[in-house]
């Protein structure tokens, strides 16, 4: 492993936290959006790890790396997640859901 492998799992780990971040950012701004399926594809090299029993990690290759290994050592695999409310189960939203004022949008008349 180099200092620069970064485990599968802490991938996806940070696409959630940006996510979450994405959801902060939007705390009190009119326009809501809807997250939709995410789809993400990755190189991949399966290493068994020895220390503390033996257990396969999969760690993401650098896009430039992977030219330089052998066939047969990388994977590609590319999977959709779908993020849903962990409390409600339903979709995941990032905004509020306060009615919008949509009055200052536009550029042109307002409506009456």
């Known amino acids: 492993m180099t200092t620069h492998d ?8 940070s696409v959630r936290d940006q996510l979450i971040a994405a959801a902060s950012r939007a705390t009190g701004q009119a326009v ?7 789809e993400m594809e ?3 090299e399966l290493r068994k790890e020895l220390k ?11 896009a430039g790396a992977d030219a330089s290994r052998t066939r047969g050592e990388t994977h590609r695999v590319s999977f959709t997640l779908k993020p849903r409310n ?9 905004g509020n859901d306060d ?10 008349s307002e409506a009456p």
């Open 32 to 38: 809501a959006f809807e997250v939709g399926d995410i």
């Open 86 to 94: 962990a409390a409600t189960g339903g979709a995941w939203l990032v």
């Open 99 to 108: 009615a919008a004022d949509l009055s200052g949008l536009g550029g042109g």
């Open 6 to 13: 970064i485990e599968l799992a802490d991938a996806i780990e």
């Open 52 to 62: 503390g029993g033996t257990k396969v990690k999969a760690w993401v290759v650098e």
């Open 42 to 44: 990755f190189t991949i």
